[in-house]
């Protein structure tokens, strides 16, 4: 190994460090009013340091996301393509549900990330590192779907439509579990129901839903 190669092991060590810092104190409620001097101070580094590594705090957050969204990605790549449509989901929803719940500073960091006016504020580099593993993240749902809409067994819509009702119970139900609103649960359990209410609702959502004050429901 070369000293120039023992340099950038370092250096990316030490990066690394800043993150891992930087994530132990998001656990608090108060995160986003953590400063980079706690966080130089908690990674035992001088505030300076901190800087030759990321641009700012917010460069802090998307390094993070971007590190779970490749966690997420190595995930999904786990799951068998060649399974029925149904069953491939269920194990999509299993990884996204895992992972979100592994740690809630990382989910908050990751929604945080997920905004518009924030990822308007990073250099460029940065915002397209987030935009690739995003894109790369989607990519096996969204071909799932494809298929699922080819085969029948969704309704022909954009995709965008079609996830959008799925999304949105997918992350309410992680918000009600880390809010602590539904107390102890047994999340597999909690899985279970919503991947059943979530497919039911991608599979069903074209057909009219009877009114019971109708005469002619029985």
Known sequence: MTVQDRKTREFERRGQEILDAALALFQSDAWEAVTVDQIAQR???AKGTIYKHFASKDEIYARLAIAFQRETLASLRTVNPALPIQQRFRHYM???WELHLSSQAM???FLYCS???FRAGLPLQVLAEMQNVDHAVAMPLESMLAQ???QGLFPRKPLAVLLFGARSAFWGAIQM???GYLG???RDDYLEQLTNFV???????DRPIPDRNSPDVA
């Open 94 to 96: 299993r990884c996204a």
């Open 184 to 186: 102890k649960v047994d």
């Open 177 to 179: 579990v880390w809010s």
């Open 115 to 117: 905004r518009a006016e």
């Open 107 to 109: 989910h908050r960091v």
């Open 148 to 150: 699922g809409i080819e």
């Open 199 to 205: 497919l039911a609702g991608l599979v069903y959502q």
């Open 43 to 45: 990674a035992e580094v």
